[in-house]
């Protein structure tokens, strides 16, 4: 097994992320997950909340998302959600619609079991 775990996310109007990273943390229905390389096979669902990806340099990329599912095997995560915003950008402006579309699109969710005070911080938080 290499260092790396192929991560795909798509959405109803396509694929929005593949590539390999060095692990992914999920906003899993119980609570936030993460993976890494040679994970156990799962399938999960996802609610609200933020994915956020290492990739091979460390870097890291965050994506907000409202609900979706999670299948993981030891190779690979492929996630599908119903809606997600990528939180970075190349310049400030860019940062700060992406980080008020993340925000749109997480207080569309009517879930009582959720935070949403805590995830919105979440959200800010990559500012």
């Known amino acids: 097994m290499g260092n790396t775990i192929k991560l795909s996310i798509v959405t109803p109007t396509g694929e929005i992320y593949c590539d390999d990273v060095k692990s992914v943390v999920l906003p899993g ?25 290492t990739k091979q ?5 965050v994506i907000a998302i409202n609900w979706g599912h999670v299948k ?14 990528t939180l970075g950008g190349d310049n400030s402006s860019i940062i700060s619609q992406n980080i008020q579309k993340a925000k749109d699109l997480v207080s569309s969710v ?8 805590a995830v919105n911080a979440r959200i800010s938080s990559f500012a």
């Open 57 to 61: 340099d460390a870097s890291v990329e």
């Open 72 to 85: 993981v095997d030891e190779s690979f995560v492929d996630v599908l959600v119903d809606g997600a915003v």
């Open 29 to 53: 229905k119980d609570g936030e997950f993460g993976v890494l390389p040679a994970h156990s096979s799962l399938v999960s669902s996802l609610t609200v909340g933020v994915i956020e990806i």
């Open 110 to 117: 009517e879930d009582s079991n959720i935070s949403m005070a």
